[in-house]
């Protein structure tokens, strides 16, 4: 298949948008760009639309169904034309190695020592990704600052990072608490 950028993705949703006549000028209908982020934050908080649109979009509330369907059309017409967004390729991940142990004990097989960098910053789907590939030999060393997380816009969890040595309860956590690059009022004032 063929890999999808944001830009595409919203193109289609425009198609999309315009082909279901939601085009409407004179509603305060959102925008391809806002609709395409929506779709997107829905998968990566593994989230349904209207959990997202009321948690996050309220100003998309009465749009909910419009959203939806389109959401559903943009699923169909990837499919139809053999074509996968980024979204895709870490749930289509996720889903083999949760489904296919045979795929799964391959890939930990190769990859027994994981690092993430930036752990703050994943969102549900890549934590599952993590959490199944190193669900074999369970060397996991993640880095990682909770008060950094900076993509929240696309479904971040920064409670991944501290719920950690919950799902790994023999990890040990090692604190970076000296900073070179800072001084002492600037960190006594961010701590």
């Given at each position: 298949?063929?890999?999808?950028?944001?830009?595409?993705?919203?193109?289609?949703?425009?198609?999309?948008?315009?082909?279901?006549?939601?085009?409407?000028?004179?509603?305060?209908?959102?925008?391809?760009?806002?609709?395409?982020?929506?779709?997107?934050?829905?998968?990566?908080?593994?989230?349904?639309?209207?959990?997202?649109?009321?948690q996050?979009?309220?100003?998309a509330?009465?749009?909910?169904?419009?959203?939806?369907?389109?959401?559903?059309a943009?699923?169909?017409?990837?499919?139809l034309?053999?074509?996968?967004?980024?979204?895709?390729?870490?749930?289509?991940?996720?889903?083999?190695?949760?489904?296919?142990?045979?795929?799964?004990?391959?890939?930990?097989?190769?990859?027994?020592?994981?690092?993430?960098?930036?752990?703050?910053?994943?969102?549900?789907?890549?934590?599952?990704?993590?959490?199944?590939?190193?669900?074999?030999?369970?060397?996991?060393?993640?880095?990682?600052?909770?008060?950094?997380?900076?993509?929240?816009?696309?479904?971040?969890?920064?409670?991944?990072?501290?719920?950690?040595?919950?799902?790994?309860?023999?990890?040990?956590?090692?604190?970076?608490?000296?900073?070179?690059?800072?001084?002492?009022?600037?960190?006594?004032?961010?701590?």
């Open positions: 298949p063929e890999l999808w950028t944001s830009e595409f993705q919203q193109h289609i949703v425009d198609l999309i948008r315009t082909e279901l006549k939601l085009n409407v000028k004179n509603k305060a209908f959102p925008r391809k760009a806002r609709i395409a982020e929506i779709i997107s934050k829905s998968r990566n908080c593994n989230q349904s639309i209207a959990e997202i649109i009321e996050y979009f309220m100003g509330y009465e749009f909910i169904d419009n959203i939806q369907l389109i959401a559903r943009y699923r169909e017409y990837k499919k034309n053999n074509i996968f967004d980024y979204d895709d390729l870490m749930e289509t991940l996720r889903d083999k190695l949760r489904d296919n142990e045979k795929f799964r004990r391959t890939i930990q097989q190769l990859y027994q020592y994981i690092m993430v960098d930036e752990f703050q910053d994943t969102n549900v789907v890549q934590k599952a990704l993590i959490d199944l590939i190193a669900a074999g030999s369970r060397n996991v060393m993640i880095v990682g600052d909770d008060s950094q997380s900076i993509y929240a816009f696309r479904g971040a969890n920064f409670e991944n990072i501290l719920r950690f040595p919950e799902t790994y309860p023999d990890c040990k956590v090692v604190k970076l608490e000296f900073n070179y690059r800072s001084n002492h009022r600037i960190l006594a004032f961010v701590n």
